[in-house]
Structure formats: C-alpha cells, structure tokens
C-alpha cells in the first residue's frame, strides 16, 4: 500500500520541484542562446508563466484542506519565491507587457509575441499539474484529478460578465495604483507587492478568482467545462487590458511635478 504524505507536504515539494525545474531550465536555455538577452527575454517569460499557473493551480489544494488564511500564506510565499527566481526581466503579466508597449518600451510586434508566449506557458502549466497530481501518494491529489481535472472543474467566473469585468478591472487598477507607493528597496518591495496582491486575490476570490491578469486566467479558466471563450475574453482579457491606460492616466496626474512658481517682483 503506498504510503500517505500530508497534501501541504506534497505541494511545497511539488512548487519546490517545479521551481528548481525552472531554473534548470532556464540556465540550459541561455546557454543555448549564448546569453543573448533579446532571445533570452522570450523564453524567459513561457518559462515564468509556466512557473507561475503551475503554483497558483497547485494552490486549490491549499486553499481546500486548510482554508483561506493557509491559502493566502501560501500565495505571498509563492509569489516572493517566483519574485526571486524570474529573469530576462520576465513578468509572466500579459497587463506589464501591456504597460510597457504603451510607455513605448516595447514594439507591438514584441509584445504580441511575449504575451503568445505567456499563454503558451500557462497551458502547458495545466497538463504538467495534472500529471503531477496523477502521482503524488496523497488523497487530496488523486481525488482532484478524478474529480475536477478528469471530468470537470468549476470555472472561477461566479458573477455575471458585467460584474465581472468590472471586478478584473478594479483589481487591476488598485493593483497598478499601488504600485506608484510601494517600498522602494529590493526585498521591501518584494515582500509588499507580494502581500499587495493576494490582498486582492483572497478580496475577490469568489467573484472571479481576481487574475488580473490574462494568461494566468488563460491558464486556469480555459480548461474549464462552464464558460465560453467569449466570457473568458470580455472579463479576463478586454477588463484588464482596458485598465491598464487609464492606471497610467491616474499614476501620470499623481506624479506630474508641481509647475515652478514664478518669482515676484520683490525677489
């Protein structure tokens, strides 16, 4: 009889395993590129998405034995550890791409490609997780498989597409708003932008899942039985690309530096 291990250990050994895979990979990738950081920066972000979904899927386990408080810790904790493993200045954020092609950072043409490349690496995430639950020795992990990814899982969308979108697009905004006022020195900011954004997540977490961004949403709702491609697209991929420009008009009025004032006659 196989011998039954804790889902908890299970997932951490699990993320552990994908992360050290990641990195692995990552370093034969830029040998084969010869470090050439333009080709790097493509595959740096498939390798990151694929990172990142695989832990947010594997995160259901924490989230169904344990509850919401294990869950959000579990969320900071993996968003810190990918925080400290990505490079080639990956984000695995279809919405930063986004950002960065309308500061001009970016041509259309690379960011078209970066974001395919990030849907790319969150499917392949999904396969890889359902396998991995095929052999992990814990009952948590074989009845998720026979129930949810076997047959069918519910999809995160359990409001209307209006309410939605509004929620994909609110999330958004909070999000890249406080980006404007997080702490400035590396493991600071590491550490609030992680707290900052499961903050969002728990907060609407029954409304949407609270992606806020695309090919996370692309890699976990897709291969869901209960919503169509034009849900999916109107709520996950138009709200929160459409929040992006008006994030920026926001941060812009906040940051624009107070006109000089004139000196007076008596000066």
Known sequence: MTQEYPAVLATFLLVFFTTVGCNLIRSL????LRNDPVWYSYAAELISTF?????????????????LYWYALYLWILFVSESLTFDGDSTANTCMIWQSMLKGDFSPGVALSKICLQVVGGQLAYPYVRFMWKVVPTNRHQRKVSHLLQVYCASALNVSILEGGFA????TLTYFMTLNFQPKGKYSGM??????QV??????????????NPALAAGITLN?????LLEHL???????????????????????PTPAVPPTKED
């Open 29 to 32: 990738t830029k040998r084969i």
């Open 51 to 67: 990172q990142l979904v695989a832990g947010v899927i594997e995160g259901d386990i924490i989230l169904e034995e344990y509850g």
């Open 168 to 171: 994909e697009a609110l999330a």
């Open 191 to 196: 550490f609030a932008d992680a707290a900052i």
């Open 199 to 212: 903050l969002i997540i728990v907060t609407g977490l029954e409304w949407t899942g609270m992606m806020f």
């Open 224 to 228: 869901c039985g209960n919503q169509s």
């Open 234 to 256: 109107l709520v996950y991929w138009a709200a929160p690309l459409a929040t992006v420009p008006l994030a920026r008009a926001i941060a812009g009025a906040f940051n624009r």
